[in-house]
């Protein structure tokens, strides 16, 4: 059975402020010294791969990680808005220990019903977040069919593609783990698809 695409997906490297494990999402902030380190450790681990195109989310951390690994193979860089991590309304640019503390019960809400609760503020439902991944995500198959890619995001993005690559319910994307400047491979076969790796 032959391959007919790879795709490299990956997430960005440590970001400012990791420590107090916080909410970013359509925040724009910066990587720190490691994680410039960890996309430069990704280029170095994919500088014999062959591909054909490099996507990114738009957003800063992502940005930068996708021009680190783009130096190293002639191809262009396509920024997308639309890879942007999930928006959390009120919450973005909290800590986690500061959205449980100010926001109890909307944490029962959203733990009762994850895919349709939406964070106040106009945050997004993770359902209406998946649909905007998962169209933007088969948009960039559809326009490289055979070629191999690299696609640079963030870690609720990532998750929801593995769920859809699955066929898992998105209710199941906090069932594993995205750590900061790790890489998922998913391979494209005529009559199937195989996630090779997960958080490598």
């Known amino acids: 059975m032959e391959k007919r695409k790879r795709v490299y997906l990956i997430r ?3 970001v400012d402020g990791f420590e107090n494990i916080p909410v970013y ?5 910066r990587m720190t010294r490691i994680g410039f380190i960890q996309m430069r450790q990704m280029a170095e681990r994919l500088r014999l ?3 054909d ?10 940005k930068v990680g996708a021009d680190i690994i783009a130096s190293c193979h002639n191809v262009p860089v ?17 800590s986690l220990s500061e959205i449980i503390h100010r926001f109890p ?13 939406q964070i106040p503020g106009g945050g997004e439902t993770v359902n209406d977040f998946s649909i905007r991944i998962t169209r933007c995500f088969e948009l ?8 191999d890619i690299v696609i ?5 993005v990532n998750r929801i593609i593995i769920c859809n690559v699955l066929g898992l319910d998105f209710t199941a994307m906090f069932n594993f783990h995205q750590d900061y400047g790790c890489l998922n491979i998913i391979d494209y076969y005529s009559d199937s698809t195989l996630v090779r790796l997960i958080n490598g």
């Open 49 to 51: 791969i062959e591909i």
């Open 152 to 156: 640079v995001a963030h870690g609720a």
């Open 12 to 14: 960005h490297g440590q």
């Open 105 to 117: 019960e909307e944490l029962s809400k959203r733990k009762a019903d994850l895919l349709h609760y």
């Open 53 to 62: 195109a490099v996507y990114s989310s738009d957003l800063t951390r992502c």
């Open 78 to 94: 396509t920024r997308l808005h639309e890879l942007r991590e999930m928006y959390f309304g009120d919450w973005e640019g909290l």
């Open 140 to 147: 960039v198959l559809a326009k490289k069919k055979e070629n």
């Open 25 to 29: 999402g359509h925040t724009d902030v």
